[in-house]
């Protein structure tokens, strides 16, 4: 970093990453992964499309983002003519609907679509044979995670058995970025929580809503903190097509 400024840019950026992993971290992975201003990437449940804005300022690809959220959407595109980023498009679309002719250097599915098979041959559908699929998954940081863990999360495996499911469905991790406490905090407390402290000082008796805020702490201080992790997967086909 050069001055509190470049900080503080780095700061925001991280704000407006539906992720726990890092800005330093994903450009880390970007230039592990060899991105150059030549690479094509396209962004499975984009979100803002933080990611493409990243690795276009940093590395020069193009990007393609696909979300069904337009609130999500809006806010990034207004920050893509912000920092006047050219390189990246953002569409609002489902993502299992989505139709395109281009295939990708790097497809990125940041979120699970269905099933982790599933989730697989969405993104493999638009890779160029020897593409790179970014994977962004939840884990458990130990081998069999507790109950309330699994029932919150629906499905949080340890490393071991999502590599075997990696490998069964024909890839093997080639590079990873791992997330960050204060990732976590971030997106727990300061994005989440105060989401929801503002929506129950809107309706201050809404006893449901009091009961999910102090769920959703519990299970972060209990649970969450000390017991799963996230990463981005870097995935590639272990027979190229």
């Not at 806010?75 to 489902?94: F, Q, S, W």
């Not at 863990?149 to 970025?177: C, K, R, W, Y």
Request: hydrophobic residues 35%; contains cysteine.
């Amino acid at each position: 970093m050069n001055n509190y400024r470049d900080y503080l840019y780095m700061l925001e950026d991280n704000a407006h990453l539906i992720s726990m992993v890092p800005v330093e971290e994903l450009i880390r992975f970007g230039y592990e992964i060899g991105l150059d201003e030549n690479s094509k990437i396209l962004d499975l449940c984009c979100g803002y499309g933080t990611l493409l804005k990243i690795w276009s300022e940093t590395f020069g690809i193009t990007g393609v983002g696909v979300d069904i959220c337009e609130e999500f959407l809006s806010v990034g595109r207004e920050r893509l003519v912000k920092y006047g980023i050219e390189k990246v498009t953002l569409h609002c679309e489902d993502v299992k609907l989505y139709r395109d002719n281009e295939k990708y250097d790097v497809v990125i599915c940041s979120e699970t679509i269905d099933s982790i098979p599933e989730t697989l041959n969405l993104g493999n559908k638009f890779l160029k044979p020897g593409g790179l699929l970014a994977y962004q998954k939840l884990f458990s940081k130990i081998k069999i995670p507790p109950k309330e863990l699994v029932e919150f999360d629906a499905e949080v495996l340890p490393l071991s058995e999502l590599n075997h499911i990696f490998n069964e469905n024909g890839f093997q991790i080639t590079s990873m970025a791992s997330d960050t406490i204060g990732m976590w905090e971030k997106y727990v407390l300061n994005w989440n929580g105060k989401r929801d402290l503002l929506s129950l000082k809107q309706d201050i008796h809404n006893q449901d809503l009091k009961n999910w805020i102090k769920h959703w702490y519990d299970m972060y201080f209990d649970y969450r903190r000390q017991y799963e992790g996230q990463a981005m997967f870097g995935l590639q086909q272990i027979v190229t097509r």
